[in-house]
């Protein structure tokens, strides 16, 4: 059973409240601090402490501020506070159990979703709220966690080839978004992997553990379905906007982001029928041995059990069973029994029972 | 079985005719008063008897009219005729088997839900209609039971905090609606944890209330949805309607509000879907247990009754059987018997039923 | 089997034939005759024979033709003529297996639809066509029967209170359309009640009648949704429609007439997933009591199958069968099998089949 | 199975290229040529020789050209140039595997579609395919067969009553269409005797048969449907062009003609759900006859087991049994045993074995 | 399994990268160009070392490129920039899990789709990546292979007959893509010729492989039409294009393609349909056999363990068993015996179990 809920969840709080509703899984909040443009490029980190003292707007610079960890709430608000960012978006950033979406609002665009990780060790898909907010020349990111994300645009950023230098806070967004959306492939990738493990356990052998694998793989498809299927509109609303934040050029890109969603429901789609059809197999499969199982306890009965009478029928101590006394009457008997069991798997034969 | 029709449901009748549909929770109708602005907030409670003289309109200030108790229809009309509202509302404020909706009239805008609440003791979704009414400068709100749906907001509007006390009636409207979504939830989360149980449950033995369990929530479930898919239309109505009853700063609130909406659905449709893997896994994981049930018989049938057999052949009472009289036979019968034994087991070993 | 078609359904024929295709189910073709203002109401009924002579238009007053038979298509096509009915709506009046729907002409609107009894001796649903033609002024309707389906709106005319009276002749449609789709919910509610009744007998006891109640159940199911699906698209063209024969004001009755009808396929829809529900239920009650028979059957094979062999085993006429002469070997070979029955129960306890 | 697919297909041959995929059902190719206005009529066929000679534009006359047999992709080429059919049209009158649709050219209007007729003998559906292409004027119909399909408008033109032989080419259009739809009836007519049939024999007995009749059934629905459903698209474009050839008045036959087809699209639907609904009925009517013999035989087994062992016990040639030797002991045990019997009955009894 | 993801996925490279993700099918990369108009063909066929310096537009010359072979992303990018392809599009060719897509850039529209081919020999589906740039008079085409898919339009243009040496580069990027299509038929055909097998083996007899054959043509029938779904979208916006590189009268070609596509995915619902009838029918198979086996299995048991019994009962070895010394008795048992089988068979025969 995978948690949709949070017990957290705030009922009867007024709109706009900043409620954490995840488990803490950073000591402090950090903040990751980049400036670039075509030329340059700078980097910080500050402690939870000093974070909203920071907000100063650089000309002809790009500023992306990464805040990692969302349990202290009073530094959100703060930061919400500093970056005139919307109550309603606030709230969406800490809460963890939030539905990914895209909101505009006068000053900035919000969008959060959530990014897909896969534990090795425990073989489970695991969620991370992320959070966007982009503004006139900065992005601010919300991390769960204190593991970095976007540590490859991080990458990019610095070794300072390629077009993300040349090109503005959305393009920024964009990349961050869609290295996002890229590990989504590698989850499915294992989840590719253990329906591979599955399949060629039923065809062999039934085992009571593939009902349950089927059966978690089906949440999990479930989870990353649920999780994926707002990012389509997300996507389109990304692409239809016409917020001047959004500029022109970034377009070609958002159309891709677009067509990789769809790719990943695609695939979530032909999982879940992949899964549907694995169930099916697994139940004929179940049927099957019944059948097969059954065939043998019949085979045995119907062939001994009249058989077992007949010995029966002679082993009775009755003083006058004539046949007793005839000298050759067991071996007749036992000949009958030859034939009679001939007979039977003829029987059998023809009815392709054996 | 959850009745989903009144067996009081007028036939017949005349379109507008008031007729209480439910059942009597309340002694004798009790209106609830609050007025507020910015400034001042005033409270009042008053017996149905002097409800309907009770109307006044005060300039600057937001009025809310509480009815609690739906039975009386004939307060219920002498309100309706008060406040103006139209005869096929107040039809549907007494009828609590009426499906949620939104209708706007001229002099106001009129919304009926459904309330849902989990009753602890006795383990069971409950349902209580509730009505809106929105006219210029004040809100009527119906509720069936004398216990407050609304307590929260009624803290919130007396403590004066927050947004509530500065917004208009709308505002008042908007979260209102929005404390009874967010009991959709708790419902929910109640759902989930039923749902865990029955998991652990049928993993580790199969008791026959499993079955009726899942399909108690199966019910249940179909009743949120039920009850859920009329609210995304509501929603999305109230957000594009251009009546100016509604101000346009209400509008992020109300799409917030939609956002919950749409998520309370995606969760009924992911716990649907969650139940029906558990019954396939319920289903299986029966056909396993019989399947093993089946082999175990098999196998000791098919052991046993050929040997049974052979034992038998030789508890005859023929005169003539020469076996009988020779000195080894009986061990090797018994010899044979062994052989028989582990060529079976083996047999069995080799096709996995062991 | 409900029967869909008609075995006199016209083949070949050109179109706005007249012909029958129903079962006659009274005598003679009668019109009850109605004609009212605010201030009279004057009532008349004729037989078939002066039936077509019948049609004066009369100022100041709303007519309402009431026809009742629909077997003499020769009537209705004469009756088609004098009120300039289109061929092809006519073609529809006596087509008793035509799918409701709306269509307007230039000199009238036309609906056909289905109106739902449940025939409380024979526990079944019956259907009847019913017809309307909505002109300046008057309005046509033809029923199957003799019966009145429209008994409480004659009697509201009558008595003369209420908005009825005032409105006009597209009032009197939307009425009684109205009260037909009323009687849907009392279908509905002894389909409710029968499910009742099998889920009671379900979780009690397995009949064989059971299966073939939700089978009937379904099919009826599939009848009534079948029939109510077309209304809804036909109340959506009753209230869009720009036909001077609509007055405006009727339109929030439509608009209730629609929800009526959306509450109704909701009904439909949640019983059939219902009947669903119920059916898993039943299967896998037959799963679990197979599982329960099988399991009372391997235990008792297994434990006595193997003891019964020991048995045949000192069963054995052997001369030479050292254990036989053996003081207590009867006696060890007792406890032997005490110890392996109780071994048996012990190994069935703990993998729960007991 | 019904094949889907012709063996014929030609790939990678030009667009355009007229290659017949069906069987040759017909010697000759003839042409069956009609002309006629409000007056007069006139009918002539000719043979495949001097069929491409024949067209003379009469005015004042609509002139239908019926050819039979779609083999000879000669002659359809010839057709085609005397007609200025464009070649795509041509090439999809002669693949007999074409998807019902309906293609405006310049020069007219192209439809195909599939004929059903229902062989009584064989009870299958047979499938023909039809062609029509509309001009100014005059109308050609192609049938794959000589037996004709549209007889009854042949015979309603020659009677010359009615309104077909005062309308143009698009009503002859409209009434062939009409005629085809109808026949669709005929052959669901039949679906619905064999459902019927299975139906009653399911709820008698179990005979092999049923599950493959069911099978059948569906496949034949599968096809009826994938012919029916593109025809609702059909109907809908011919409704709303605005092609100067289908004049205005024949809209209210074409909305009828859609109206039949949405009829027939439900009827399909409403059968294959009670298709889904007999395989339900069916597979637990199997499985509740199982568990009648199981239980049968866990009933005998359980109590016959343990009393032949108790006899097995007795049957044992040990030297030193003490019971052996008392008086009564054989009728004390036999008393047991009755003991027993009756104790296990009573079990049962109160199991609901029994 | 089908294979649905690329372990070599590139994750964090930025957009636009282009990376190979298949499996390296052919050793270099050669193109084959051909230039033709209406009077003059020219063919060449050169290596990847010379392939991007090949580059020379020709006036009133059609120049079609066919890379074959995408392994050397190098030459792949050359070619890109010397026709000023979108980095994102070249990104497309390259990867070989992309999703069916047309992309509409400033100098050209790109295409990208899977062509189909079956395996005779391995009787598997398999599946080819190919992608299309229309540029102004010329056509860039990508093969994976260098086994060439569009031989017969090659042929075709050679031939220099019919349409398409007398149109331009959208024409023949019609033709190739309708031959791609083409080739889904001849996968399919060999889909319907597996389907009527297993059924022919399912209705005759039950063999383990039905099943896996039944869940391997689910997953072939699942990758087809995840491939062939997003091509209805494809199509349409080719047709729907105001492109000045797709010229008015290739329309109904277009439109011609985007019915085969349709008429495609028609016929993957029916085979999918058709494969669920199967399973469902392989399903009732195995319980219908399973209920003949039970019942043979239960009627041999009712009949002989209660006689088996009897002849235990007479088998042991008390003293005083007076009916032992009855002259008659044991003839009297054997009469009883009888009996009790003939009323045993006769039950059976009315119960129907023989």
């Given at each position: 059973?995978?948690?949709?809920?949070?017990s957290?969840k705030?009922?009867?709080?007024?709109?706009?409240?900043?409620?954490?509703?995840?488990?803490?899984?950073?000591?402090?909040?950090?903040?990751?601090?980049?400036?670039y443009?075509?030329?340059?490029?700078?980097?910080?980190?500050?402690?939870?402490?000093?974070?909203?003292?920071?907000?100063?707007?650089?000309?002809?610079?790009?500023?992306?501020?990464?805040?990692?960890?969302?349990?202290?709430?009073?530094?959100?608000?703060?930061?919400?506070?500093?970056?005139?960012?919307?109550?309603?978006?606030?709230?969406?950033?800490?809460?963890?159990?939030?539905r990914?979406?895209?909101?505009?609002?006068?000053?900035?665009?919000?969008?959060?979703?959530?990014?897909?990780?896969?534990?090795?060790?425990?073989?489970?898909?695991?969620?991370?709220?992320?959070?966007?907010?982009?503004?006139?020349?900065?992005?601010?990111?919300?991390?769960?966690?204190?593991?970095?994300?976007?540590?490859?645009?991080?990458?990019?950023?610095?070794?300072?080839?390629?077009?993300?230098?040349?090109r503005?806070?959305?393009?920024?967004?964009?990349?961050?978004?869609?290295?996002?959306?890229d590990?989504?492939?590698?989850?499915?990738?294992?989840?590719?992997?253990?329906?591979?493990?599955?399949?060629?356990?039923?065809?062999?052998?039934?085992?009571?553990?593939?009902?349950?694998?089927?059966?978690?793989?089906?949440?999990?498809?479930?989870?990353?379905?649920?999780?994926?299927?707002?990012?389509?509109?997300?996507?389109?609303?990304?692409?239809?906007?016409?917020?001047?934040?959004?500029?022109?050029?970034?377009?070609?890109?958002?159309?891709?982001?677009?067509?990789?969603?769809?790719?990943?429901?695609?695939l979530?789609?032909?999982?879940?029928?992949?899964?549907?059809?694995?169930?099916?197999?697994?139940?004929?499969?179940?049927?099957?041995?019944?059948?097969?199982?059954m065939?043998?306890?019949?085979?045995?009965?119907?062939?001994?059990?009249?058989?077992?009478?007949?010995?029966?029928?002679?082993?009775?101590?009755?003083?006058?069973?004539?046949?007793?006394?005839?000298?050759?009457?067991?071996?007749?008997?036992?000949?009958?029994?030859?034939?009679?069991?001939?007979?039977?798997?003829?029987?059998?034969?023809?009815?392709?029972?054996?």
């Amino acid at each position: 059973m995978i948690h949709l809920l949070s017990s957290k969840k705030k009922v009867g709080l007024p709109p706009g409240s900043v409620v954490f509703t995840g488990d803490r899984k950073v000591e402090k909040i950090h903040l990751h601090y980049l400036q670039y443009n075509e030329q340059e490029i700078e980097e910080q980190t500050v402690d939870s402490e000093t974070i909203t003292s920071f907000h100063q707007p650089v000309e002809d610079y790009i500023q992306w501020y990464d805040i990692r960890g969302l349990h202290d709430t009073a530094i959100i608000e703060e930061i919400g506070k500093v970056f005139k960012v919307h109550p309603l978006a606030l709230e969406d950033i800490a809460d963890t159990y939030q539905r990914p979406k895209l909101d505009e609002y006068e000053e900035g665009v919000f969008i959060t979703l959530k990014a897909f990780t896969f534990d090795k060790i425990q073989r489970k898909v695991k969620l991370e709220q992320v959070a966007f907010y982009l503004g006139e020349g900065y992005l601010l990111t919300f991390q769960e966690d204190a593991t970095d994300l976007f540590e490859a645009i991080r990458a990019r950023l610095k070794n300072g080839r390629g077009r993300i230098r040349k090109r503005g806070a959305d393009y920024l967004l964009y990349a961050l978004i869609d290295t996002v959306i890229d590990q989504y492939y590698i989850a499915l990738e294992e989840v590719e992997q253990v329906v591979e493990e599955i399949e060629r356990d039923i065809i062999e052998r039934q085992s009571r553990e593939n009902r349950t694998k089927i059966y978690d793989l089906k949440q999990e498809m479930l989870l990353i379905r649920k999780t994926t299927i707002p990012l389509r509109e997300l996507s389109s609303q990304l692409m239809d906007t016409e917020n001047e934040l959004i500029h022109e050029n970034t377009e070609p890109y958002l159309r891709d982001l677009r067509d990789h969603i769809i790719q990943t429901l695609d695939l979530i789609e032909t999982y879940r029928e992949n899964l549907n059809s694995l169930q099916d197999l697994h139940l004929s499969e179940l049927s099957f041995q019944m059948n097969t199982v059954m065939q043998v306890l019949a085979i045995v009965s119907t062939i001994f059990i009249p058989l077992t009478f007949l010995a029966g029928i002679y082993g009775m101590n009755f003083e006058h069973m004539p046949e007793l006394q005839w000298k050759y009457s067991y071996f007749v008997l036992l000949g009958t029994m030859a034939v009679l069991l001939v007979a039977m798997i003829w029987i059998f034969k023809r009815k392709k029972w054996l």
